[in-house]
Structures are given as C-alpha cells and as structure tokens.
C-alpha cells in the first residue's frame, strides 16, 4: 500500500469513528436506560442516584410500574418509609397484579401500623398466586399483629401446606397456636416435632415455650 492509500484509509477510519460517536450521542436515553442506571446503582448501594435515576424513567413512563417498585425499595433502604409507601402504591396501580410490589407494599403498611391496608394488600397477593408461601407467610404475620389468632393460623397452614419446609411458617404457627388456648397445645407440640427436622435454633425456642403447657 502506498502512501497516499494509506492516508486515505487512515481518514475513512477517523471519518468513521467520529460518525459512529455523532450518532451515539443523537440517541435520547429512554426510560429502560435510566431504569438499568437506577438499579445498578441501587446494587451498589447508591440509593439518593438510583431514586434520580428511576424518577427519570418514570418521567419519560409515567405507567412504568417496575420503576415505581424499585424506587419503592431505594425509598425504604433510606428509611423514608412514607415515600416508599407511595411509591408501591402507584406501582400496583400502574400493573394491578405486581405480586412483589403487593408484598412490599402489605408489609410496610403493617409496619407502619396501616393493618387493614396490609391485609388489603396480601389478600390481593394470595389472590394473584394462591400457592405463593411467602405471601400467605406474610398475611399469616399482619392477622398476628392484630391478635386475629385464628386467621393468623389459616394462613400459616396455607404456606407450609405449599412450602413444608418453611421453618419460620411451623414456628410462628406454633407460637399462635399457643397464643389461642390450651386446646391448641397439642397442635403446637406437632409443629414442634416438625420443626425439629427443619431448624433446631427455632425448635430449641419454641420448646422453651411449651414447657409446663
């Protein structure tokens, strides 16, 4: 190759490289684009940049109910629980059968002290995935919380009817069980031979807890 040749191809290179960046750089970031940001950013725990970033994609998608989620969670791990709790709130709205965002959003109105909002919540998660344990778990904790013993016992028989190895479920069964009456006690003591297989740490406590029962 001579040296005029390669000048020229030495320009048809450069010429190229500078296109390529014009044309990257006339791209407008979408919403999915902010939304990747966000979450990266959530990941390393960046949780003030991952809010600006999910805000932007919901600006750019108003209905963008996964955005409304994820900031939800950005809201929560900055204790701005009120935040949180709106956002979870437009992102059911924006996808009526957002299980997760069900969950989250039940769990922190329980934590909050909003129970009926809770169990309005979970219901509606249990009603998109009957066989969904964590949610029935979850439902089986708000009815405790409001000292509903026998709702709360309902719930936890679903989850470890769908999940048997769901230790915590056995255990708080147990313990509402307890909470009942003396009736019951026989009820918790089968909880308790199950829940010796599955977590001796738990089983150890609750035995504790039936003594002289």
């Given at each position: ?12 290179v ?5 296109l ?20 990266e950013e ?24 996964e ?33 997760d ?48 013993y026998?709702?709360a016992?309902?719930?936890y ?57």
């Amino acid at each position: 190759m001579n040296s005029g040749s390669r000048t020229l191809m030495i320009l048809f290179v450069l010429l190229s490289t500078a296109l390529l960046h014009v044309t990257v750089f006339a791209q407008q970031p979408t919403a999915k684009t902010f939304f990747a940001i966000g979450v990266e950013e959530a990941n390393k725990m960046e949780y003030s940049e991952a809010i600006d970033a999910f805000k932007h994609a919901i600006t750019l998608k108003p209905d963008y109910a996964e955005a409304y989620f994820h900031l939800g969670s950005a809201y929560y791990s900055l204790h701005r629980y009120e935040e949180a709790l709106d956002s979870y709130k437009k992102a059911v709205k924006a996808d009526a059968r957002y299980l997760d965002a069900y969950l989250s959003l039940g769990s922190l109105s329980s934590m909050l002290g909003e129970y009926d909002n809770a169990v309005k919540a979970l219901k509606t998660a249990v009603d998109i995935n009957p066989q969904h344990a964590e949610a029935q778990f979850t439902l089986g904790n708000i009815y405790s919380e409001m000292e509903k013993y026998e709702e709360a016992v309902d719930a936890y028989k679903k989850a470890v009817k769908i999940k048997p190895d769901h230790a915590a479920a056995h255990y708080n069964l147990a313990v509402t069980y307890i909470k009942l009456n003396d009736k019951m006690i026989s009820e918790a003591r089968k909880e308790y031979m199950t829940l010796k297989k599955l977590d001796k740490e738990l089983a150890a406590e609750l035995e504790e807890m039936l003594k002289g029962k």
